[in-house]
């Protein structure tokens, strides 16, 4: 139970890794803030597993990529658990498309959704963090991030933008005991894996060394090991969760 008596917030948490986090947190003594855009009935399942479990949980819907409800998620789930030790900054949405194609919208959405939100609900949680003595912070970024995909220039943008801004808040926010981190999934079998073609998915393979797809729970032990005391040395880290696609 390497999480007993913490409480976590995971936006992003209906479905694919967020809802593979949500749980795991759960398994590992910790209360879970579930926190969705629009799916109230997935999240709600996901609430109701937790309960199964004999994890406290609520779910919340927020769009984190506004300000104001960011400040409304996190005051909930204060006023519901008195406390957040732990946020993962999981919520993500892509729009691909090659850049001459690109519509601005397009762009917009996804780097406020995918970068802009994790800079919200980090500033929302950081002083009531400070005033209990410490917490974590962990931004989920991507492989492509890293290394880069054609079709994908704003989705690319915001995750490299969230390791660019994972090591920035991880230096001002050490002194108070916060620690801050990445991790960066690469292929993981999602809803956004799911519709894709048969050769994409080889062509994907190939380029893997431990030659498959990683699963949400692969990415969901990996910000547990960062959520806990485990890592209590480690701050500023992007931790790749990716099969050795990218190295």
């Known amino acids: ?15 694919g890794i967020g809802r593979a ?5 759960g398994r590992h003594g910790a209360s879970v803030v579930v926190n969705y855009a629009s799916s109230q009935g997935p999240a709600q399942e996901v609430v109701e597993e937790l309960q199964q479990m004999g994890v406290k949980a609520i779910a919340l819907q927020a769009d984190v990529a506004s300000s104001e409800e960011c400040s409304a998620l996190v005051q909930k789930s204060l006023d519901h658990f008195g406390q957040v030790d732990i946020l993962v900054n999981n919520a993500g949405i892509t729009r691909d498309g090659l850049l001459m194609r690109m519509k601005e919208e397009d762009f917009d959405a996804v780097i406020n959704t995918n970068l802009k939100s994790a800079f919200l609900m980090s500033k929302a949680v950081v002083r009531p963090m ?7 912070i962990i931004n989920v970024s991507s492989v492509v991030g890293q290394m880069g995909n054609a079709g ?9 933008g969230v390791i660019g801004m994972t090591k920035s808040i991880a230096r001002e926010v050490a002194p108070k005991n916060i620690l801050v981190n990445a991790v960066a999934p690469g292929f993981i079998e999602s809803d956004m894996t799911a519709g894709l073609k048969d050769s994409v998915r080889q062509t994907m393979l190939s380029h893997i060394p431990l030659g498959s797809f990683g699963s949400p729970e692969d990415v969901a032990g990996a910000v547990i090991y960062l959520s806990s005391e485990l890592s ?8 790749a969760v990716n099969g050795g696609m990218y190295m």
């Not at 986090?21 to 947190?25: G, H, K, N, Q, S």
């Open 1 to 15: 139970m390497l999480l007993q008596n913490k409480v976590a917030l995971v936006t992003g948490a209906s479905r």
């Open 21 to 25: 986090i949500a749980l795991e947190m």
């Open 130 to 136: 400070m005033k209990s003595g410490g917490g974590r």
């Open 152 to 160: 994908q220039a704003n989705y690319v943008a915001s995750k490299a």
């Open 232 to 239: 209590k040395y480690v701050t500023g880290q992007v931790v």
